[in-house]
Protein backbone atom coordinates (compact mmCIF):
# COMPACT_ATOMS: atom_id res chain seq x y z
CA UNK A 1 0.00 0.00 0.00
CA UNK A 2 1.58 3.24 -1.04
CA UNK A 3 0.16 6.71 0.47
CA UNK A 4 0.10 10.07 -1.22
CA UNK A 5 -0.27 13.62 0.32
CA UNK A 6 -0.28 16.64 -1.35
CA UNK A 7 0.16 19.95 -0.25
CA UNK A 8 0.82 23.66 -1.37
CA UNK A 9 -1.78 24.42 -3.73
CA UNK A 10 -3.84 28.05 -2.95
CA UNK A 11 -5.27 31.32 -4.81
CA UNK A 12 -2.56 33.19 -6.75
CA UNK A 13 -2.91 36.01 -9.51
CA UNK A 14 -2.20 35.32 -12.82
CA UNK A 15 1.87 35.49 -13.52
CA UNK A 16 2.52 33.84 -9.46
CA UNK A 17 4.10 30.74 -8.60
CA UNK A 18 3.31 28.05 -6.53
CA UNK A 19 5.33 24.98 -5.18
CA UNK A 20 3.31 21.51 -5.08
CA UNK A 21 4.59 18.52 -2.63
CA UNK A 22 3.76 15.09 -3.00
CA UNK A 23 4.98 13.27 0.57
CA UNK A 24 5.29 9.72 -0.37
CA UNK A 25 5.16 6.48 2.17
CA UNK A 26 8.21 5.61 1.29
CA UNK A 27 11.51 6.62 -0.99
CA UNK A 28 10.35 7.63 -3.79
CA UNK A 29 13.20 6.56 -5.59
CA UNK A 30 11.99 3.08 -5.61
CA UNK A 31 9.05 3.87 -8.08
CA UNK A 32 9.78 3.77 -11.37
CA UNK A 33 8.15 6.76 -11.95
CA UNK A 34 5.70 9.65 -10.29
CA UNK A 35 3.47 11.88 -12.17
CA UNK A 36 1.53 14.97 -11.31
CA UNK A 37 -2.05 15.05 -13.17
CA UNK A 38 -5.22 17.49 -13.35
CA UNK A 39 -8.58 17.86 -13.43
CA UNK A 40 -10.18 21.02 -14.14
CA UNK A 41 -13.77 21.34 -13.45
CA UNK A 42 -15.79 19.65 -16.13
CA UNK A 43 -12.43 18.44 -18.23
CA UNK A 44 -11.33 14.84 -17.95
CA UNK A 45 -8.07 14.39 -15.69
CA UNK A 46 -4.79 15.34 -17.75
CA UNK A 47 -1.11 14.32 -17.54
CA UNK A 48 0.72 17.51 -16.26
CA UNK A 49 5.05 16.26 -15.57
CA UNK A 50 6.11 12.81 -14.82
CA UNK A 51 9.44 12.11 -13.59
CA UNK A 52 11.10 8.47 -14.12
CA UNK A 53 13.58 7.19 -11.14
CA UNK A 54 16.53 7.99 -13.36
CA UNK A 55 15.79 11.35 -13.21
CA UNK A 56 14.22 12.00 -16.58
CA UNK A 57 11.17 14.16 -17.06
CA UNK A 58 8.30 14.71 -19.53
CA UNK A 59 5.75 17.79 -19.53
CA UNK A 60 2.88 18.66 -21.41
CA UNK A 61 2.56 21.06 -24.15
CA UNK A 62 0.96 23.28 -22.24
CA UNK A 63 3.32 23.68 -18.87
CA UNK A 64 6.61 23.14 -20.89
CA UNK A 65 8.99 26.18 -19.93
CA UNK A 66 6.58 27.19 -16.61
CA UNK A 67 6.26 24.18 -14.17
CA UNK A 68 9.51 21.65 -12.95
CA UNK A 69 8.90 18.37 -11.41
CA UNK A 70 11.78 17.37 -8.92
CA UNK A 71 12.39 14.35 -6.79
CA UNK A 72 13.53 14.47 -3.43
CA UNK A 73 14.84 11.36 -2.58
CA UNK A 74 15.82 11.94 1.27
CA UNK A 75 12.28 13.50 1.78
CA UNK A 76 10.48 10.66 0.15
CA UNK A 77 8.50 13.92 -1.49
CA UNK A 78 7.97 15.23 -5.24
CA UNK A 79 7.46 18.84 -6.27
CA UNK A 80 5.57 20.92 -8.90
CA UNK A 81 6.94 24.03 -9.30
CA UNK A 82 4.66 26.15 -11.33
CA UNK A 83 5.77 29.45 -12.42
CA UNK A 84 4.18 32.24 -14.84
CA UNK A 85 0.64 30.58 -14.07
CA UNK A 86 -2.24 31.19 -15.97
CA UNK A 87 -6.51 31.16 -15.09
CA UNK A 88 -6.55 28.01 -17.42
CA UNK A 89 -3.91 26.04 -15.23
CA UNK A 90 -6.89 26.56 -12.40
CA UNK A 91 -7.51 22.64 -11.52
CA UNK A 92 -7.16 19.89 -8.31
CA UNK A 93 -3.95 18.48 -8.88
CA UNK A 94 -3.26 14.70 -8.19
CA UNK A 95 0.20 13.25 -7.32
CA UNK A 96 0.23 9.69 -8.66
CA UNK A 97 2.41 6.81 -9.28
CA UNK A 98 1.94 3.14 -10.24
CA UNK A 99 3.50 -0.09 -7.51
CA UNK A 100 3.03 -3.84 -8.99
CA UNK A 101 0.69 -2.96 -11.32
CA UNK A 102 -1.61 -0.76 -8.74
CA UNK A 103 -2.29 3.23 -9.16
CA UNK A 104 -2.06 5.17 -6.52
CA UNK A 105 -3.82 8.72 -6.41
CA UNK A 106 -3.26 11.13 -3.52
CA UNK A 107 -6.32 13.28 -2.68
CA UNK A 108 -5.44 16.24 -4.81
CA UNK A 109 -4.37 20.10 -4.05
CA UNK A 110 -6.63 22.86 -5.55
CA UNK A 111 -5.05 25.37 -7.47
CA UNK A 112 -6.97 28.84 -8.47
CA UNK A 113 -5.84 31.19 -10.78
CA UNK A 114 -7.05 34.20 -10.84
CA UNK A 115 -7.13 36.95 -14.02
Known amino acids: QVQLVESGGGLVQAGGSLRLSCLAS????????MGWYRQAQGKPRELVAR???????YYANSVKGRFAISRDNAKNTVYLQMNSLKPEDTAVYYCNTEDWGTNYWGQGTQVTVSS
Open 51 to 57: IGSSGNT
Open 26 to 33: RRVSTFNT
